[in-house]
């Protein structure tokens, strides 16, 4: 599967934005979906995954409350609602795809298979 990430951009702290990851294929609503991000000088890290029906998703801690992923099966796209952002939420922002993905990994990111580019977002304060 290709994943192709769009929709960062430049906001003001307080502000909102919306990620989309299109996935090329048919078999999309096999795979689970997350978005991680990698912020400067930082290492890659979780933000929130759902799985294949959508019925089930887990968000970091640091961005409960805040941020919402979900899902289109029909349009091959998942999505990640930012809400209230922080300038600490600044970083480049990646979606990952995988087809066997257990709950007990849903967080690590070695566990996918597919990734797409990433899209920046930056948070002004």
């Known amino acids: 599967v290709q994943l192709q990430a769009s929709g960062g951009g430049l906001v003001q702290a307080g502000g909102s934005l919306r990620l989309s990851c299109a996935a090329s294929?048919?078999?999309?609503?096999?795979?689970?979906m997350a978005w991680f991000r990698q912020a400067p000088g930082k290492e890659r890290e979780f933000v929130a995954a759902?799985?294949?029906?959508?019925?089930?998703?887990y968000h970091a801690d640091s961005v409960k409350g805040r941020f919402t992923i979900s899902r289109d099966n029909a349009k091959n796209t998942v999505y990640l609602q930012l809400n209230s952002l922080k300038p600490e939420d600044t970083a480049v922002y990646y979606c990952a795809a995988d087809p066997s993905m257990i709950a007990s990994r849903i967080q690590r990111e070695v566990a996918y298979h597919y990734w797409g580019q990433g899209t920046l977002v930056t948070v002004s304060s």
């Open positions: 759902v799985f294949r029906s959508g019925a089930r998703t």
């Open positions: 294929g048919r078999t999309f609503r096999m795979y689970t």
